[in-house]
DNA sequence: TTGAAAGCGCTAACAG
DNA sequence: CTGTTAGCGCTTTCAA
């Protein structure tokens, strides 16, 4: 490969003003740029990246934490890393990939060998453990969620509490008295993963507001599953008409065992979802949904970092609001009663 | 953070001496291998990845291209891209994320920069752009796919023409002589995506082996899509009494729509999927399915890599023997024929 | 078995 | 506006 001195060479110049046509750093005369951008062109010559690494103490390279389980939603974790991707290469950033299964230990490791110049977490617990690492290293990071002490830390998440509390009051509005929550596997609570408690928070509040009987009912991702826990609230729960899910893989289940049960959504039971808007018009009725805008928190993420690591401001916490389209899986309870 | 040339200082040894204990590529005393150690635990030192680089002309990271769109199954990708990761880290290597927005320009930008030493392509089509990159830049690579030529290329797939073969000697064992392949999305077929063409491939001729009379329909991921779809087949062939089916995303969609069209399955019609285990085993009834390997696609295209590295020898292509699981999904022909 | 020293390719003062 | 030069932290000859 051709070297930066390569380039120098070839157009007559110092290597300092090769690198400085490179860096905008300081002023080229038109013609000098365009030589040295010719000879640049000509020989394809490429900045070689651990040369500048070591000499800029800047990797250019940013370092996306993801979980390895199965028990989070996959395709919103592909959809965050696929939008932290495209837009850390606008800023002229590469993408690092880190599994969980090296922990703390991992961002210690990126960190203090500077491959990286920055973490983004995701899959944030309200008690991280990786948040000390973060803290004693120093490196630039931003959380896609949000932990219980969120001082000091950048943070992007959609604002749960208001997502769980808008699909409360959109049932209350129609006169639902009786719901179910099926959210996540227990193994999400257990790990007090932030999102999932806090739209818990947020719908248990917004039904108290309500005076609306609600049971929140964890839920795996297998059909039997779905089956088990839908039997138990119909048994338990016969009164209930309406069901507020977050678990997008138990949708299709859900659906399905409903339809099997002779319950017409939305007559008998009206369903409204916390889910990407692609899932909840994937499936038949199309689901009353609130946005779960995966792409949005990558590209977000990406942004917060961008700004803090160049302005150095200290924590910031963005939560996106949420915003609750109505499709055809909710109607009013009067419907329901009627039966 | 603590340099080597601090560590050689704190140990009272050259820096080349702890370069070496280190690298292990020259024998060093007990001794002194001891005391490097220590000295190094106890300044928390890490070498800089990009010092590193430039020195030795590695920079122990490969590139990892995934596509961006939503057409290909996600949690297929992610699985990959987590083994893949994992499989890295035990050779030493991180995982740099490439999104194929960038195209044949982000292989080069990765390879002539040095930023990765080597580069894993996913979603690979019969005549695929990339490997004219790949060959033209020289970078190390395997390929999760085999395009149409694969002299001299490192390809590691699932035998999917074989994959296919299974499922319809499956079907044509238990009697079937109706049978239609629901495959995946217009799309991937039109971008001459390796994996589909090969599993149509195997379909076809076994089926004409089998003598069996077979539809393909390609098929998108909504339930609309698989409700047109099916209508279509059942309506045109009413005597289908099998289906393949290889779009995992509408596996759901599928059986409710049998379920409510009073198709009971398997008697009424069989069901064998080619998708991830983890799949077939979510629904209900479970289905016969041959395994899609994900995780292990990922793994053997590091062990592939870093074998290709080391020895530097040719091309090779790996091919993985499907394995078909009979469940709950399929049986004979002879009952639907009764009805 | 170890040390000294010359780069790897680039950036960023420092000079002019 | 541009050139000179001193590193960045590591690897790897070359010498001992």
Redesign the interface.
């Given at each position: 490969?051709a070297t930066l001195a390569d380039v120098a060479r070839h157009a007559g110049v110092a290597a300092s003003t090769v690198s400085y046509v490179l860096s905008g750093k300081r002023p080229v005369s038109d013609e000098t740029r365009e030589r040295v951008a010719r000879s640049i062109e000509l020989l394809?010559y490429?900045?070689?990246?651990?040369?500048?690494?070591?000499a800029s103490a800047k990797?250019n390279?940013l370092a996306?934490v993801?979980p390895?389980g199965?028990d989070l939603y996959?395709?919103v974790?592909?959809d965050i890393?696929?939008a932290v991707?495209?837009m850390a290469?606008r800023f002229g950033y590469?993408?690092?990939?880190?599994?969980n299964?090296?922990g703390p230990a991992g961002i210690q490791?990126?960190a203090?060998?500077?491959?990286a110049d920055a973490v983004i977490l995701t899959d944030v617990g309200m008690e991280d453990e990786r948040i000390a690492m973060v803290r004693e290293t120093g490196i630039d990071a931003v959380l896609i969620g949000v932990p219980a002490d969120s001082d000091g830390l950048n943070c992007v998440d959609l604002d749960f509490a208001r997502a769980g509390a808008l699909c409360v009051e959109h049932l209350a509005g129609l006169g639902h008295r009786e719901v179910a929550f099926i959210g996540e596997a227990q193994g999400i609570y257990q790990r007090h993963i932030g999102f999932a408690e806090r739209t818990l928070g947020g719908i248990r509040d917004a039904a108290a507001q309500a005076a609306m009987n609600l049971v929140h009912r964890p839920c795996g991702?297998?059909?039997?599953a779905a089956?088990g826990v839908l039997a138990r609230i119909l048994e338990e729960r016969p009164r209930t008409t309406g069901l507020i899910v977050q678990n997008e893989a138990v949708i299709?289940?859900l659906?399905?065992l409903l339809?099997?049960a002779g319950r017409i959504v939305p007559e008998d039971v009206s369903i409204v979802a916390v889910c990407p808007d692609?899932v909840a018009?994937?499936?038949?009725p199309q689901l009353s949904s609130v946005n779960l805008p995966a792409a949005e928190l990558g590209t977000r993420a990406v942004e917060l970092l961008m700004r803090r690591m160049a302005d150095g401001a200290d924590g910031e916490v963005v939560l996106i609001p949420p915003t609750l389209t109505v499709r055809g899986s909710t109607g009013p309870a009067a419907a329901a009663s009627r039966g």
């Open positions: 490969m394809g490429q900045p070689h990246a651990g040369a500048r690494a070591l990797s390279v996306l993801v390895l199965r996959v395709p974790m592909m890393a696929i991707t495209t290469r590469d993408v690092l990939l880190l599994t299964d090296e490791r990126v203090t060998s500077a491959r991702a297998s059909y039997e089956a299709p289940s659906l399905s339809r099997t692609q018009q994937q499936t038949s």
